[in-house]
Nanobody, 123 residues
């Protein structure tokens, strides 16, 4: 059974950094695409990035060059390093996993979701 748990959110000022963690139990990185989404109240859930072991990572244009993904197999943890944060990066960040290694920008591609961790960037 796949379970995802995010952590690492918080409040920072513009230009600051945060590293989000997704503890992914029951996930085999060779078999699952992993993704990060974010959502702000009143807006649709937005793809931030996705990653699989074979194709590597993809980032939304809005975060490209500022965010990176890494993983630690021994800890079953996926990380989202967020640098040069902007107020528009504010939102609830969710980790998601698909049943297959196929990745997509579409949130419907993902079958497992964490509870989210809040990121707030103040100007």
């Amino acid at each position: 059974q796949v379970e995802l748990a995010e952590s690492g959110g918080g409040s920072v000022q513009t230009g600051g950094s945060l590293r989000l963690s997704c503890l992914a139990s029951g996930v085999t990185y060779s078999a699952h695409c992993m993704a990060w989404f974010r959502q702000t109240t009143g807006k649709e859930r937005e793809t931030v990035a996705y990653w699989n072991r074979y194709a590597g990572s993809m980032f939304a244009d809005s975060v490209k060059g500022r965010f990176t993904i890494s993983h630690d197999n021994a800890k079953n943890t996926l990380y989202l390093q967020m640098n040069s944060l902007k107020p528009e990066d504010t939102g609830m960040y969710y980790c998601a996993a698909a049943r297959t290694s196929l990745c997509s920008l579409d949130s419907r591609n993902y079958d497992y979701w964490g509870q989210g961790t809040q990121v707030t960037v103040s100007s």
